[in-house]
């Protein structure tokens, strides 16, 4: 239990230094601008040469005319224009490298650097951000004031490459990733009914075929709630699948409006070593979940208000416990409006009844929110 | 079923990020019907706004399919590779950099 506090407290610390990080806009040169660096110092280095050709000056040169050479191709493939075909979706094709508030953040991009992944829950195809809230719990009325977060962090264990990759034809593959992650729903009042820790060792399957994939997770599970009085150890087991045809995942589009959404279909079994404190009719091993994630996005109403980001949001998760014959729906849906790729400010409504214990929950929140 | 793991690359065709980026657009451009250039973004949705899912493992699968069409075989590229791209180009620079390091890196 000790190990976990430690980690359950650096997980929160991670996630809240991460929200005081740096936000300078650091862009990143263009390839022109790298390409005329190069050419100034490769003809320094050849007048150099050419006045007093020492060994120090070759080496010079020789370095100068890699990267000039490098340069070169890069402005190259930066200027090859595409071709598009008449049946074809057009995309907007530049994606600035500076956007208003700043998207290349170096503070966060140090940490996806260091393989580690911020968001609200896992599997949120859209990746909705965590979230830093002061929320208002409807139960109760104008006493219901507290102030609470809602956060997915997520560690790459193979960063450095494919474990297993199997090809089953020419156009179908298998793929997993393994990663560790620690999720958290807490609050600073009413500890004791809906808030959550979820700790996960993750494994990600994933079959690519012609036209969309099919998605695999598996993981080891401990789920608790805040101060690990009820805890319960399994495994959960998840699939989604994505079609960008069907706008499952995503897929180009040029419209006002862009809808996205991802089915998923799970089952989750595990035992309450302790279920003292656990409602009677929640005690079950074995769930079977649904849940169906969906974002309206606003791109062009975004992009005349300065916005990187506007949609609205749903996140529903339906579970049956099999032994207890009790459907739980747990309900999220919001508003989201990022200032930057990386931060926003958004308001959410959930209602319904979220693991372990299954309590009710109505509440809504104003937030902060951050994903890296 | 029969499973066949990869093999080495005996006649890779990659052989500069030109090579890459021209395989790398042509598939793209099949697969979610689009038209793309190394300046569109993956997740933006002035791009293929592809979620994180998507990207991880569909447009990651793509990356291997492609590379392994072309003759070669990635090394050290895993999806949170992918995942920290922002745009095409990107990719393809990741892609490169992984199919041009010296061997045992």
Partial sequence: MGIRAAFGCCTILLVVTSLFGATTDSGSASPQAIYQGALKEFKAAESDCGNQPTAGALTRLAKAAQALAEATTRLEARKAAPTAGPATRVVAGEHPVKTPGGETNNFFKMLSDHHLSLSESPGAGERNPARFSYSQDLRKGTTGAQFETDFYLNWDLDPGGIPTEFFLSNQSLITNALSLSAQGKLS????????????????QLVDIFPKGSFVLNASVKEESD???????VGTEIWTTITDTSLFIGGGPTKSWIVPQWRPYLGVDIGEYPNSD???????????????????????????ELGFDNLYLY??????????????????????????TKDLGL?????YGNDSPKFLEEHMVNVSLTLKF | M???AATAPSSCKLLSRQL????????????????????TSLQGTDGLDLDS????????GLVVLTVHDQGCRVRHLSPQTIAGCDTVGDVVDKVWADLSAPFGT
């Fill in chain 1, 188 to 203: 600073s009042t009413d500890t004791q009914s809906t808030d959550a820790w979820r700790f996960r060792f993750e494994d």
């Fill in chain 1, 226 to 232: 805040r101060d690990f009085h009820l805890e319960r």
């Fill in chain 1, 277 to 303: 404190t656990l409602p009677a009719d929640a005690n079950s091993t074995v769930w079977l979940f649904g849940r169906l994630t969906g974002r309206l996005s606003f791109p062009t109403f975004a992009k």
């Fill in chain 1, 314 to 339: 749903v996140d529903d998760n339906l579970r049956y416990l099999a032994e207890t014959s009790r459907l739980f729906n747990y309900l999220k849906a919001g508003f989201n409006c990022g200032f």
């Fill in chain 1, 346 to 350: 958004g308001l959410e409504y959930s």
């Fill in chain 2, 2 to 4: 029969t499973t066949q």
């Fill in chain 2, 20 to 39: 890459v980026d021209t395989a790398f657009i042509a598939a793209i451009n099949t697969r979610y019907n689009a038209t793309v250039t190394d300046a």
């Fill in chain 2, 53 to 60: 899912v998507a990207v991880t493992t569909d447009f990651y």
